[in-house]
């Protein structure tokens, strides 16, 4: 097995009807299951307390980078070996976490979750999202010479060794919205960590909604390969 316990991160705003059930779905594969409510209004936090997690609250909200930065570091502070990041809106399927924890246990130090692949798949997913998604693959394995099918999936299994590297720096605060899970992809791959996708199902219940908003959004998860790439951030 891949050293060291395990530990799910996820990151959530306003996800009272969902969060329960997330939990639920985690316990069997991990050790220990973080909540971060990032600044919910809702009862987020109450509902994933009363199903088992350790919830982290933060005042406001800053953004799924700084609330996946907090479970990070929390895990780091408790000596947990691997981290799983997966929505706290019932997309992801728990059920899929061993197969990320297999490459681990076959060497490997982070492991993308990829609707994209043979054997991964997608419900009810909108056209938009299809369109999109498949553009800014194209436009991550470009810049990184690297093939990526799935750059925006939130399903992700590496170990929390990554984050000690001196070479990458998560305490940035221009990382707070979406930017923080491309850029920590990104320097995985550049920094040469032994980096692979593996299939997963994503589902979108809700007709594919999305708290992200179109023209802001999309430019914080495409900005950072573009810092990288040109060298104006680190």
Known sequence: MAKGKRVAITPCLNEEHAIAKVVRKLRPWVDLIIVVDDGSTDRTAEMAKKAGATVLRHKKNLGAGAAIRTGIQYALRKGYGICVVLGGDDQDDPHEIPRLIRKLDEGYDFVQGSRRLKGGRT??????????????SAFFS?????????????FRAFRTRICKDKR????????????????LFYKAIQLGYRVIEVPVTKRYPDGGYTKMEQLRDYWSISRPLLFLRLGVRK
Request: glycine fraction near 10%; proline fraction near 5%.
């Open 123 to 136: 419900v009810d997913m909108p056209l938009f999202r299809r369109i999109t998604t498949k553009g800014y």
């Open 142 to 154: 470009m810049l990184i010479g690297k093939r990526i099918t799935d750059g925006t999936n939130g």
């Open 168 to 183: 990458i720096n998560l305490n940035q605060k221009w990382l707070n919205r979406y930017e923080l899970e491309p850029y």
